[in-house]
Nanobody
Framework: VQLQASGGGLVQAGGPLRLSCVAS????????IGWFRQAPGKEREGVAC?????????AYADSVKGRFTISVDDVTNTVHLQMSSLKPEDTAVYFC???????????????????????WGQGTLVTVSS
């Protein structure tokens, strides 16, 4: 599967921004899609993830709960990350990634770990000014 992320930019603290990740190349029915971010000098961290076809199967990092929402557009094979109440500490390069999971038997929070994801899109930079 190929992934194309977009939507980054400069936004003032407190403002919203929506990132999009368009997936192509394979049926996404058994995929998990995750959003991750990496700030300068820091490790890549999970932000949110969703199981395609089960939009209620999501997980969020504690730092973004209540502010970020992950959603799936089945028609366009796009996974959106709607970010609101942005903070300067949300500044990072954001990546989307995909992993094929035929049967999900673990909590979705497990997929906030970037390690097992084999397919990655290019990053999109989000800068939140104070």
């Amino acid at each position: 599967v190929q992934l194309q992320a977009s939507g980054g930019g400069l936004v003032q603290a407190g403002g919203p921004l929506r990132l999009s990740c368009v997936a192509s190349g394979d049926s996404l029915d058994t995929y998990h899609i995750g959003w991750f971010r990496q700030a300068p000098g820091k490790e890549r961290e999970g932000v949110a993830c969703v199981r395609i076809g089960s939009a209620d199967r999501t997980a969020y990092a504690d730092s973004v709960k209540g502010r970020f929402t992950i959603s799936v557009d089945d028609v366009t094979n796009t996974v959106h990350l709607q970010m609101s109440s942005l903070k300067p500490e949300d500044t990072a390069v954001y990546f989307c990634a995909a992993i094929k999971v035929r049967i999900n038997i673990v909590p979705m929070s497990v997929y906030l770990d970037p390690s097992p994801y084999p397919s990655w899109g290019q990053g999109t930079l989000v800068t939140v000014s104070s």
